[in-house]
């Protein structure tokens, strides 16, 4: 269940319904949702898109997963930056600030990126 109350109305029923018969898809559904998953459970990418519970706790967590995950060259999209409503931007804004993440947000959109340069 989502931290904040305006994202408890987006919950799935059926989680991956539309691909998990795909044999090329993999799912993966946990208790805490992506809090109870770390870098570990998932494989090296070249590309990585956030958009889950959008509380500052697990946009954060994420971010960090998806940084550990990221090849060098390869690049993490983040959903809903910008949106006051939730607390994407807040997390996005302090790993730039605190870990010197130079994030870039795509101008007339809710999405801002991250390139991963050199070595994770």
């Avoid at 870098?39 to 959008?54: N, T």
Wanted: charged share 25%; net charge negative.
């Amino acid at each position: 269940m989502p931290t904040l109350a305006c994202q408890r109305t987006e919950v799935p029923r059926s989680a991956g319904i539309y691909a998990a018969a795909d044999e090329r898809f993999w799912l993966l559904v946990k208790e805490r949702g992506s809090l109870d998953v770390g870098p570990q459970d998932l494989e090296p990418s070249d590309a990585v898109f956030v958009d889950g519970d959008h509380s500052d706790r697990a946009v954060t967590h994420d971010l960090h997963v998806a940084r550990a995950l990221t090849r060098p060259g390869g690049i993490i999209i983040v959903h809903d930056y910008g949106n006051e409503a939730v607390e994407v931007t807040r997390a996005i804004d302090r790993t730039s600030d605190e870990q010197g993440w130079p994030w870039q947000w795509i101008e007339g959109t809710w999405l801002a990126f991250l390139r991963i340069s050199g070595v994770n």
